[in-house]
């Protein structure tokens, strides 16, 4: 079976860091390429941030460019999202999501992590 | 970054009764266009990509059409379970985008 757990949510003042995780499985992680999406309270769905396959190439929304960094590790079946420099603007349920190998819509989702960013 | 714009906000219909929403990039995207359904408290679910194609899964009462910037989901014929926010997604350029959602309630 396909899933995507994500990890890492939590509560953290502003200014502050989190690291969010993805574990990968039931398929060939490698092969994808990947994605966070966020969703904040009451709102709709924003893309965050990117990934190929290999992790040779990375994107960003504008509203986390210089902030967020997105990798990958093949090896692990693992994505990561680390988010500096956080506001409260980026209090969101935060997903990961499977694209294909080089189409970025969404085709499978995690179930997501909470992230509250709050003094 | 291209807008992706979705109507109506809301659309209220009865069990059995056809829907039909829009969706309008603010420039052409091709056919890089995909669906999702939300339930409230659950994660978004992939019913069309490439404008028209449905995913693994997803009934034959929903079908997608459209190209460049105008699209459309409808549903035939809708159960109880498809009352839900619906969004549109282009993947044509980057940063990717959203619409703003489609809510669907029973009338």
């Known amino acids: 079976e396909v899933q995507l757990l994500e990890s890492g949510g939590g509560l953290v003042q502003p200014g502050g860091s989190l690291r969010l995780s993805c574990a990968a499985s039931g398929f060939t992680f490698s092969n994808y390429a990947m994605s966070w999406v966020r969703q904040a309270p009451g709102m709709g769905l924003a893309w965050v941030s990117g990934i190929s396959t290999s992790g040779g190439d990375t994107f960003f929304a504008d509203s986390v460019k210089g902030r967020f960094t997105i990798s990958r590790d093949n090896s692990k079946n693992m994505l990561y999202l680390q988010m500096n420099s956080l506001r409260a603007e980026d209090t969101a349920v935060y997903y990961c999501?499977?694209?294909?190998?080089?189409?970025?819509?969404?085709?499978?989702w995690g179930e997501g992590t909470t992230v509250t960013v709050s003094s | 970054e291209i807008v992706m714009t979705q109507s109506p906000a809301t659309l209220s219909v009865s069990p059995g009764e056809g829907a039909t929403l829009s969706c309008r990039a603010s420039?052409?995207?091709?056919?890089?266009l995909a669906w999702y359904q939300q339930k409230p408290g659950q994660a978004p679910r992939l019913l069309i990509y490439?404008?028209?194609t449905r995913a693994t899964g997803i009934p034959a009462r929903f079908s997608g059409s459209g190209s460049g910037t105008e699209f459309t989901l409808t549903i035939s014929s809708l159960q109880s379970e498809d009352f839900a926010v619906y969004y549109c997604?282009?993947?044509?350029?980057?940063?990717?985008?959203f619409g703003g959602g489609t809510k669907v309630e029973i009338k």
């Open positions: 490439g404008a028209s």
């Open positions: 420039q052409s995207v091709s056919s890089n």
């Open positions: 999501a499977r694209n294909t190998g080089t189409a970025y819509y969404m085709a499978v």
């Open positions: 997604q282009q993947y044509n350029n980057w940063p990717l985008t």
